[in-house]
């Protein structure tokens, strides 16, 4: 019943960081590099968005949990569900995060603020736009603000 | 070069809106309902927060533009990149949108702001943190604000 949805990279992270770290994210700056199917038209006109949506596969991840499960493994905080938290073993290994487009170098977008690391197939890249914003106040449990913490720090 | 990643649905959206139509998502309540392969404590705890970000599959589409194109067809406005706009027409027919939850009902997320159309396969449910919102101030052209303005309308 449940068809299998098959999807290919449309380009790659490039950046120093080449292990997985969960924290630390802050100065490390990123290429994503369009593959060699696609022209370099279909960058046109995305210098004119300050921010994109960056949708990513976490290949290094070859564990999936599909229950619940403390977050960081941390037994202080409650075993919370796998779509409750953002960890990376989830079904279908996707990750997502809004990155800054510092500029752009041919076929390669020069971005801050993404967390993966080098090597990564990207599956899209969407503009964001002010109207997709969260509508209204966003709240959030007390571990997960524990968490973020140290994510985009600088590790110095 | 570049390896196939098959993913599964995760869900299906439920409402009622059965053909494409691009505008006047406000008033539109959807059921995001959980597939039986997974247990129900995949969702714990996820009413801790108030919005979620769903990446879907555009499942009714069947173009895929790989170069740029006017938004809208319009070309009032300049021909551009797919990775510059949000159209469903894209390389791996990836759609992504925050959603306000409502409320769970048992296996149903119930939640507002999805702009997905009834029997939508669902990829992934994330929750929103404030850290992972787009740092900085955010710019977009002209003509994305445009289209927006009968976005999220009600269609009266």
């Not at 100065?27 to 994503?32: A, C, K, Q, T």
């Not at 279909?42 to 960056?54: A, E």
């Not at 995060?97 to 090597?119: C, F, K, Q, Y």
């Not at 571990?143 to 985009?152: D, P, T, V």
Request: net charge positive; proline share 6%; hydrophobic share 35%.
């Amino acid at each position: 019943m449940h068809t299998n949805i098959v999807l290919k990279p449309v380009a790659y992270v490039r950046n120093s960081r080449k292990e997985i770290i969960d924290d630390d994210w802050q100065n490390i700056i990123s290429e994503i590099e369009l593959v060699d199917e696609f022209p370099i038209e279909s960058f046109d006109g995305i210098d004119t968005f300050s921010h994109l949506n960056i949708i990513f596969f976490f290949h290094k991840s070859t564990k999936t949990i599909s229950a619940h499960e403390h977050p960081r493994g941390n037994t202080q905080w409650p075993k919370v569900g796998i779509f409750a938290q953002r960890k990376k073993n989830r079904p279908n290994h996707l990750g997502l995060t809004t990155v800054n487009l510092i500029r752009i170098e041919g076929r390669r977008l020069i971005v801050s603020n993404l967390d993966a690391i080098n090597g990564t197939p990207v599956l899209d890249i969407k503009p964001v736009l002010k109207e997709f914003l969260p509508k209204g106040e966003i709240t959030q449990p007390q571990w997960a603000s524990k968490i973020m913490e140290k994510y985009w720090s600088s590790g110095s």
